[in-house]
């Protein structure tokens, strides 16, 4: 009997080590340059984008120490990598407040998985109305460093994806 727990308690060690050893060799947990620097309207504005949205759309993620166990570090590094890819804070890429008011307001941003795990995202309605009017006075409703068409301003249309993001709200 205490042969077979130690032997249980030796494969669940085994198969632990395994997915700290896969977690870490195959997922890449990267936070590039900041390139681009945000005048916020306010400290509090900030912080709160920090707390609810930085982890996500930014390079200063905070990886958590779970982001290191697969399978689970797959699927965080998923989240980090398309969420930068669709919005960036670091790099101004695609800071368009209308989505991100939009997102906030639909309950659908921050993703709600995330906030089981970082309560300090889970934004009261006060704080959330409070994050909305500092987005919006801090971007003004302009496409700060939209770089997916030809014209930074996103004016002309140039680009079926700049049609696109512009035609789903
Ligand atoms: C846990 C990670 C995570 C957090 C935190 C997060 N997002 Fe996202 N966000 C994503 C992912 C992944 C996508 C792309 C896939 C999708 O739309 O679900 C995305 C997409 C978006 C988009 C869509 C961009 C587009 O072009 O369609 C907006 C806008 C957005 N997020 C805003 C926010 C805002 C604002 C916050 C903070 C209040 C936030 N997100 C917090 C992961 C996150």
Known sequence: MAKIILIGLGLALVVTVLMVVIGNLAVERTNPPVTHTINWDSPETERLVRAACFDCHS?????????????????LADDVSNARREMNFSTGYHLDVDEMVEKIENGEMPLPNYLMLHPEANLSAEQKAQLIAGLRTTFRGSFQGFRRGSDPQGATGEGSEQGEAEGDD
């Open 59 to 75: 390079h200063e993620t905070r990886w958590p120490w779970y982001a290191h166990v697969a399978p689970v570090a797959f699927l």
